[in-house]
């Protein structure tokens, strides 16, 4: 009796299994009809295969109860005792977990995540979305490890693929430099970055490209500054936003070495007294 038990419990859960890789596959073929968005049928199929999942869950936990005698869905009594059970321990888990789905679905039907976005969650998580569940979504930092965040935690949401993001990038100078010298450099940097990055920039208005890249002036000359701080920014498509970051940077540090320009830095001078007459 008892093997037969074991028996049936290990077939319970192999059909579930199988059965959830079934849900899976359906899903995955379905999204390949529909006309959405690549990211957003990510997400839908994510939201859907964690339904699935905590769905087939408790049906195969109800399966196991019965199949060893624990709770019978048949015997009304049984089921009572059984549901009693299960709303005492629903009902200590219930704020958070209630809290974490409705919090999941709008974030979902809002499109504030998607999966493949790269966003920052709390001001302190950072990552490429890799998966958005019922309860919570799962992230893939740079060093690739998986941080899982309960959805009710999320607070705030910073997201960097959002159709076209603002390239601002400051460097500091020294007073000591000629303005219209450093201005000059960084203006032959724009015409390169708008030479290399033409077919990315965002938006174009009739002949002229609004996000190009151009001198945004002089932005900082506070007296405790170690510099004038001077600004360039462009408008690129989002999914080009960190390389074009990266690349905006070394294009300034090639041409200030080229115009022989000194970028600003902390100084310190050390003043020695010497009392002792001689």
């Given at each position: 009796m008892i093997l037969a038990r074991i028996v049936n419990s290990v077939i319970i859960i192999l059909c579930a299994y199988i059965l959830l890789k079934i849900i899976q596959y359906f899903v995955k073929k379905i999204?390949?009809?529909?006309?959405?968005?690549?990211?957003?049928?990510?997400?839908?199929s994510s939201l859907l295969c964690s339904m699935a999942y905590y769905i087939i869950f408790i049906l195969a936990i109800i399966l196991l109860l019965k199949e060893f005698k624990i709770v019978d869905v048949t015997k009304f009594?049984?089921?009572?005792t059984g549901a009693s059970i299960?709303?005492?321990?629903?009902?200590?888990?219930?704020?958070?977990i209630l809290k974490d789905i409705f919090n999941g679905f709008f974030?979902?039907?809002?499109?504030?995540?998607?999966?493949?976005?790269?966003?920052?969650?709390?001001?302190?998580?950072?990552?490429?979305?890799e998966e958005i569940g019922l309860r919570s979504t799962s992230l893939r930092d740079w060093d690739l490890?998986?941080?899982?965040?309960?959805?009710?935690?999320?607070?705030?949401?910073?997201?960097?693929?959002?159709?076209?993001?603002?390239?601002?990038?400051?460097?500091?100078?020294?007073?000591?430099?000629?303005?219209l010298k450093v201005i000059n450099a960084l203006e032959e940097v724009c015409?390169?970055?708008?030479?290399?990055?033409?077919?990315?920039?965002?938006?174009?208005?009739?002949?002229?490209s609004i996000g190009s890249f151009k001198v945004y002036g002089v932005t900082d000359i506070e007296e405790e500054c170690i510099g004038a701080k001077y600004t360039i920014t462009g408008v690129v498509q989002s999914q080009k936003y960190f390389s074009v970051l990266k690349d905006t940077k070394l294009q300034i540090l090639i041409m200030f070495r080229?115009?022989?320009?000194?970028?600003?830095?902390?100084?310190?001078?050390n003043v020695l007294r010497n009392d002792r007459k001689n």
């Open positions: 999204f390949e009809f529909t006309r959405f968005d690549v990211r957003y049928e990510n997400t839908l009594s049984t089921l009572v299960v709303g005492l321990i629903a009902g200590v888990a219930s704020q958070s974030i979902i039907f809002e499109k504030q995540l998607q999966v493949g976005d790269f966003v920052i969650l709390n001001e302190e998580f950072r990552g490429t979305v490890r998986r941080i899982t965040i309960p959805n009710g935690n999320i607070s705030s949401i910073r997201n960097y693929s959002k159709t076209k993001m603002r390239v601002v990038v400051s460097v500091r100078v020294s007073y000591e430099e000629d303005p015409q390169v970055l708008n030479e290399r990055h033409k077919e990315i920039l965002c938006i174009k208005k009739g002949k002229e080229e115009k022989d320009i000194s970028i600003a830095y902390p100084t310190h001078i």
